[in-house]
T-cell receptor
Framework: DQQVKQNSPSLSVQEGRISILNCDYT??????FLWYKKYPAEGPTFLIS?????DKNEDGRFTVFLNKSAKHLSLHIVPSQPGDSAVYFC??????????FGAGTTVTVRA | EAGVTQFPSHSVIEKGQTVTLRCDPI?????LYWYRRVMGKEIKFLLH????????ESGMPNNRFLAERTGGTYSTLKVQPAELEDSGVYFC????????????FGPGTRLTVL
């Protein structure tokens, strides 16, 4: 069963605007959450993470928000740039090494 | 510093044949993982090595899959015999000691079983 879900397979945003990617999870044991970014023909690249003791983590243009009660996290990218066009994967782990991923959201940033 | 490398980048085989995928982790990384992405779906965990020992192989689909990491360096994943549903992209990743250390992924091997 899929424990991490990204219900939006794609997102199109204009350059300079905000991109908001959403992710829901079902396993209450998850305590560490990550976002990975993937370009075609490359492997996923770590972007940003958050532990369950926080509700927000920011790194430059990227901010991840965690709502534990709703079992929901989101990634905000602002401002969006053409180089941000990629597939974004949400991932989570229950205090161990095994990552559970969502199916990904393809972001297209329009000039 | 070299990243995680995988060989081959693509493999096309017929059902019933054998294929061996190779992964070279980042030097010094004790943790090595195999994941698989099928048909644009989620990336699924297959197994986790700590040095040469299998720490968690709960994601291995069945006994047609065999992973090894002799000497705790590179790893191989053998599929024998391959079935149509084994087609997908196989990713290898490696990390340092803690479970919150970043997992660095290789570019993947795209396996097509005809």
């Amino acid at each position: 069963d899929q424990q991490v879900k990204q219900n939006s397979p794609s997102l199109s945003v204009q350059e300079g605007r905000i991109s908001i990617l959403n992710c829901d999870y079902t396993n209450s044991m998850f305590d560490y959450f990550l976002w990975y970014k993937k370009y075609p023909a490359e492997g996923p690249t770590f972007l940003i993470s958050i532990s369950s003791i926080k509700d927000k983590n920011e790194d430059g243009r990227f901010t991840v928000f965690l709502n534990k009660s709703a079992k929901h996290l989101s990634l905000h990218i602002v401002p969006s740039q053409p180089g941000d066009s990629a597939v974004y994967f949400c991932a989570a782990s229950p205090n161990d090494y095994k990552l559970s991923f969502g199916a990904g959201t393809t972001v297209t940033v329009r000039a | 510093e070299a990243g995680v490398t995988q060989f081959p980048s693509h493999s096309v085989i017929e059902k019933g044949q054998t294929v061996t995928l190779r992964c070279d982790p980042i030097s010094g990384h004790d943790n090595l993982y195999w994941y698989r992405r099928v048909m644009g779906k989620e990336i699924k965990f297959l197994l986790h090595f700590v040095k040469e020992s299998k720490q968690d192989e709960s994601g291995m689909p069945n006994n047609r899959f065999l992973a090894e990491r002799t000497g705790g360096t590179y790893s191989t994943l053998k599929v024998q015999p391959a079935e149509l549903e084994d087609s997908g992209v196989y990713f290898c990743a490696s990390s340092q000691g803690r479970h919150t250390d970043t997992q660095y992924f290789g570019p993947g091997t795209r396996l097509t079983v005809l």
